[in-house]
C-alpha cells in the first residue's frame, strides 16, 4: 500500500450508510484516503437525509449515486484497500471477487432509511446516530500508523475499531 488509500463501504441498497461514510471518509481524511460506497441490490436512489449530510460535510453531492458493487470488481475500477460492510444482510451476500485482496471488516450499523415511523424529527436522530457512529469509526481508521503495519495487524485495527465504539 502507499499513502493514498481506497475503502469501499458495502451495503445492500447503497442509499443511506454507504453513502454517508462515502462522504464522511473521502472528507475527513483531506486526501490521505478515498471513500466509496456500493450495495448488493442498489436501490436506485439515494437517500435525501443522506444527500443533505453529504452537502454539509462539502462533499461533492453529484458524485453519489446508488450503484451495484459488481461496478468494483471489474477491469479498470479503482483498487480497494479496505472493503467495510455497514449492515447484517451485506455480509451475507456472495461478494463478487475483489482485485488486490483488500483487508476486509464488519462494522454493522441500523439503516437509518428504515426509520419511517415517526415524525421527521426522529429519522433524522436515527440518521445523526448512524452518521456519528460512522465517524467515530473513520476517524480512528484514518489515524491508523497504516504504513507500519502488516496486513494482519490492519486486519485486527479494523475488528477493534468495531469493538471499540
Not at 479498470?76 to 463478487?96: K, N, V, Y
Amino acid at each position: 500500500m502507499d499513502n493514498q488509500y481506497n475503502i469501499l463501504f458495502l451495503c445492500n441498497e447503497n442509499s443511506a450508510r454507504s453513502i454517508i461514510a462515502e462522504a464522511l471518509t473521502t472528507t475527513l481524511s483531506h486526501g490521505r484516503f478515498t471513500g466509496y460506497s456500493a450495495g448488493a441490490k442498489p436501490s436506485g436512489v439515494v437517500h435525501p437525509i443522506a444527500l443533505e449530510m453529504a452537502k454539509s460535510m462539502g462533499y461533492p453531492i453529484q458524485l453519489l449515486r446508488s450503484k451495484s458493487w459488481d461496478e468494483f470488481g471489474r477491469e479498470g475500477a479503482p483498487r480497494m484497500d479496505f472493503i467495510i460492510t455497514l449492515c447484517d444482510s451485506a455480509i451475507a451476500e456472495e461478494c463478487p471477487y475483489w482485485p488486490g485482496h483488500p483487508s476486509t471488516a464488519h462494522w454493522g450499523f441500523p439503516n437509518p432509511a428504515n426509520s419511517n415511523i415517526g415524525n421527521d424529527e426522529k429519522i433524522r436522530q436515527t440518521f445523526t446516530q448512524v452518521e456519528l457512529g460512522l465517524r467515530n469509526r473513520i476517524e480512528l481508521l484514518i489515524d491508523l500508523p497504516i504504513e507500519t503495519l502488516n496486513k494482519l495487524q490492519i486486519q485486527d485495527q479494523l475488528h477493534r475499531i468495531h469493538y471499540r465504539n
